[in-house]
């Protein structure tokens, strides 16, 4: 027996089908959207569809932007000779608050994992590989600390390693599994200071 219209059954399993959210927050969400006045439904929905529409991936980095080039990449005050390979914009993110880091990013959007059946031509690698073609110094390795993490790492350096580029990787002290985006500046700095040639 149906409870629900389908409309609200619709909406709720829209809200499943998100990270994080379980059949008891969808339905509360899914409520919580009905009780809503009208506008401030339509804004929500348009905000959704323009933020889809707009965002895209710089040309360079691979970070989410709105424009064709993103501000990092754009700027003129930063090292780009520096590359530091993260695997997610939010990871960005995470360095860029510390405000130490002068040099560029490239992100990967994901980490190799076997298990999950994602191999290295499903991550913006290729990209990183072709950036190394400029006058690049040095690729920092900020993947997390996860297995997949470790094992990105070690891949990104492997393939880096003949052409003569310095690759270091951030110290530990990241805990283990832990994303980079949860950690303090002050843990963040210290990994990347205290990063080690691989
Ligand atoms: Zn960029």
Redesign the pocket.
């Known amino acids: 027996m149906e409870y629900y219209s389908k409309y609200i059954n619709q909406l709720i399993e829209e809200f499943a089908k998100l990270p994080g959210v379980g059949a008891k927050s969808a339905q509360r969400l899914a409520f919580h959207i009905l009780n809503l006045p009208e506008e401030q439904v339509n804004h929500f929905a348009e905000t959704i569809v323009n933020a889809k529409a707009n965002v895209r991936y710089?040309?360079?980095?691979?970070?989410l932007?709105d424009e064709e080039?993103?501000?990092?990449?754009?700027s003129d005050r930063r090292n780009h000779k520096v590359i530091m390979v993260v695997e997610n914009t939010r990871d960005l993110a995470a360095y860029e608050k510390t405000g130490k880091f002068d040099g560029?990013?490239h992100v990967l959007h994901g980490a190799i994992s076997p298990t999950l059946g994602i191999g290295p031509g499903d991550i913006k690698l290729k990209e990183l590989m072709e950036r190394l073609r400029d006058d690049v110094d040095e690729v920092i390795i900020s993947t997390n600390s996860s297995v997949e993490g470790e094992a990105t790492a070690l891949y990104i350096s492997k393939l880096i390693k003949p052409t003569g580029i310095k690759v270091s990787r951030i110290a530990s002290g990241v805990p283990v599994g832990g994303d980079l985006e949860y950690i303090d500046e002050v843990t963040l700095l210290r990994a990347l200071e205290g990063r080690t040639d691989m």
Do not use: A, E, G
Not at 58 to 63: H, I, L
Not at 69 to 74: K, Y
């Open positions: 710089c040309k360079k980095c691979f970070t932007t080039l993103c501000p990092i990449c754009r560029v990013y």
